[in-house]
């Protein structure tokens, strides 16, 4: 079945500590994205990549970093330099057709203290 | 510019109709509507983009008013499984999938 992954669903650090989330999709689609959900405040773009080996900023990217080697793979680092790092993390890939209706991965949930 | 969602929340019986509005202060190039369910990804249900052309469920309809840059989601014969937040999301054109998503209606169906 093809889809997007990530993983954990749960994740627990420590203030101060580097923390990746992992995001994988097999739909091929060559536009990966990341959000951010807090309680009451809907979903915001934190970076996005259209194509393998680029990727751009998008409105609260202040303390994150991206990669993207791979078409599949789009890890998300948060790093000790968000201020405040605990949320809901959604992954999102789309083709780059006109209608490009975005597909969403399960989420994880990161909880820092 | 976040777009703005109305109403904030609203509570249907089985049966009833729903319309949610979503309104940029930008002109729009395509807007997106989602349903997210607590704490599971967003389904997608509907582009609708400048020009007219439309793509999404049958069962679910929407308008787009490009000189308002206004959006209405229509949900007819609302039915349980219609519960959930609902998110639109506004592209102001030139930058394919940046979408700006607007902080959602909450849509509550009783029996």
């Known amino acids: 079945d093809g889809g997007i992954t990530q993983s954990p669903k749960y994740l627990f650090r420590k203030e101060g500590q580097n923390v990746t989330l992992s995001c994988e999709q097999n739909?091929?689609?060559?536009?990966m994205y990341w959000y951010r959900q807090d309680p009451g405040q809907g979903l915001r773009l934190i970076y996005y990549s259209q194509i393998v080996n680029d990727f751009q900023k998008g409105d609260i990217a202040e303390g994150y970093s991206v990669s993207r080697e791979k078409k599949e793979s789009f890890p998300l680092t948060v790093t000790s330099a968000q201020k405040n790092p605990t949320a809901f993390y959604l992954c999102?890939?789309?083709?780059?057709?006109?209608?490009?209706?975005?597909?969403f991965g399960p989420g994880t949930r990161l909880t820092v203290t | 510019q976040q777009p703005v969602q109305s109403p904030q929340a609203v509570i249907l019986r089985e049966g009833e109709d729903a319309v949610i509005n979503c309104s940029s202060s930008?002109?729009?190039?395509?807007v997106h509507w989602y349903r997210q369910k607590h704490g599971e990804a967003p389904i997608f249900l509907m582009i609708l983009l400048k020009g007219g052309e439309q793509k999404g469920h049958d069962k679910i309809s929407a308008s787009f008013n490009e000189k308002k840059q206004q959006s209405s989601l229509y949900l007819t014969a609302s039915q349980l499984s219609y519960s959930g937040t609902y998110f639109c999301?506004?592209?102001?054109?030139?930058?394919?999938?940046?979408?700006?998503f607007g902080k959602g209606t909450k849509l509550s169906v009783k029996p």
């Open positions: 999102a890939s789309s083709t780059n057709t006109q209608t490009y209706e975005q597909y």
């Open positions: 930008k002109a729009l190039y395509s």
């Open positions: 739909l091929n689609h060559d536009a």
């Open positions: 999301g506004t592209e102001a054109g030139g930058s394919q999938g940046n979408l700006i």
